[in-house]
């Protein structure tokens, strides 16, 4: 299978084409990415010069380049977003380009080419804050910042394009993923560069915010199973089922580390913060997968790769 990926020099992205071109020999894949700040060419080192990989500069809303990259694939999976809530609060313009605008261009190019399969890559956080029990892939969408909003609209933009031209649209929606090569401002990564070097460690209001954790090679496998045997059209959820507030995150990585607990400083809190985010993934386990890898062995592998990198 020959397949473009969008996005593939951010977190996700890399450990999925990692992953693809390790456990599928005849596979190629053509990597679309702005390099914008999140964007690391280093992510991908180890396969760079590997003849079934490629790399194109661009981005996902240049209609002229995206159907030429395009051209010839048997999929897509669409990685390529501006990720970070706190930006898109701070500035939402470059959130709705990427994240709608961007999906817009590339569903059209789909379209035009006939590619038999497209993945979009969403979030558990178009469902909103979850109060209790959890969210299934029938839920209503209530995102809360520019940034899920974005992505929401795109979901139900390529829902659309299933509905109105048959486009082969398959989405995941998963939980807050951790892991190597993130960039270290989401919360783990950010925390463990943060005690490395001794430094205070920001938790938002009170730290009760709860986020369930997915290890990112899980989050590739799931995808992987959604981009050959999911049903076109569905939506599947992803999550592990490790409910955390981000204090206990915090505890568990200072923990690790053998830092003190005092490194812990509350700052004012982020503006719509969602409480809570909970999904319930029965669908995808349809396919046969489930989460393999738990918190605190996830934790280890993350925190031994930072403490390489750093
Ligand atoms: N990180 C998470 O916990 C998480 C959870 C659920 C869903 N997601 C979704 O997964 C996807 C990947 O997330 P991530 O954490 O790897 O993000 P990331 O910020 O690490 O990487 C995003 C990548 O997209 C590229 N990019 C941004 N705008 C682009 C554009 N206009 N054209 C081409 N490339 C562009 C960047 O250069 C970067 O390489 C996103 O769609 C995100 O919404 C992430």
């Not at 829902?159 to 951790?178: D, E, Q």
């Not at 059209?233 to 995150?249: A, C, D, R």
């Not at 909970?278 to 605190?296: E, H, M, S, Y």
């Amino acid at each position: 299978m020959k397949i473009l990926i969008t996005g593939g020099c951010g977190f996700i992205g890399s450990n999925f084409i990692i992953h693809t071109l390790q456990k599928y020999p005849g596979d190629s894949i053509i990597n679309l990415d702005k390099l914008t700040y999140a964007g690391n060419p280093a992510n991908l080192a180890e396969i760079a010069n590997n003849p079934r990989y490629s790399f194109v500069r661009g981005d996902v809303c240049d209609q002229k380049l995206v159907p030429q990259v395009m051209d010839g694939c048997d999929a897509v999976v669409n990685f390529a977003a501006e990720s970070h809530v706190d930006r898109s609060i701070t500035g939402p313009e470059p959130f709705l380009q990427a994240n709608f605008l961007g999906v817009g261009v590339v569903l059209e190019a789909c379209r035009q080419l006939k590619i038999p399969r497209f993945v979009q890559i969403s979030t558990d956080e178009v469902y909103g804050s979850i109060a209790q029990g959890s969210a299934d892939e029938q839920a209503p969408l209530r995102p809360s910042s520019p940034y899920s909003a974005s992505k929401a609209a795109a979901d139900l933009l390529c829902l659309a394009y299933h509905t109105t031209y048959h486009l082969p649209v398959l989405i995941t929606r998963s939980t807050n993923n951790y892991g190597p090569r993130q960039y270290p401002e989401k919360l783990i990564p950010l925390f463990v560069s943060l005690s490395l070097s001794g430094k205070p460690v920001p938790l938002y209001g009170r730290g009760e915010n709860q986020r369930d954790w997915l290890f990112v090679e899980d989050n590739c496998q799931a995808i992987d199973l959604v981009l050959r045997q999911g049903k076109e059209g569905l939506v599947y959820n992803i999550g592990s089922g490790n409910n955390l507030t981000n204090t206990e995150v915090a505890k568990s990585i200072l923990t690790l580390l053998n830092a003190p607990l005092s490194l812990i400083q509350s700052v004012t809190d982020r503006p719509g913060h969602d409480w809570r985010y909970a999904v319930n993934w029965d669908r995808i386990k349809t396919l046969g997968w489930q989460p393999t890898v738990d918190f605190k062995e996830g934790l280890k592998i993350t925190i031994d790769w930072y403490q390489r990198k750093l």
